[in-house]
């Protein structure tokens, strides 16, 4: 499991300061642990873009953004990913 969680774990310099982290293929609660786990790496006002293929990453981000202290900055969807943009609080 280790071995796949380093492979999600994607950092992109390029996407203007954003850190992405890319939890498709993964269900729940991976995509919200890694999330937890990636944010406390991050200052705060750092943005952390989140994407996903489980269907309920989108309602647990975003109770975890609430309870966490996080700010949720949008959240779309396609065909088969939810992109959730994130500002570690």
């Given at each position: 499991m280790e071995a796949l969680v380093r492979e999600k774990m994607m950092v992109d310099e390029k996407t203007g300061g954003e850190k992405i982290l890319d939890t498709s293929g993964l269900h729940c609660p991976m995509p919200v642990l890694l999330t937890r786990?990636?944010?406390?790496?991050?200052?705060?006002?750092?943005?952390?873009?989140?994407?996903?293929?489980?269907?309920?990453?989108?309602?647990?981000?975003?109770?975890?953004?609430?309870?966490?202290?996080?700010?949720?900055?949008?959240?779309?969807k396609d065909a088969d990913r939810i992109t959730v943009r994130i500002e570690r609080g």
């Open positions: 786990r990636r944010l406390r790496t991050l200052t705060p006002g750092t943005r952390l873009v989140v994407m996903a293929t489980d269907p309920l990453a989108e309602l647990d981000l975003a109770n975890f953004c609430r309870e966490e202290g996080h700010v949720l900055i949008s959240v779309s």
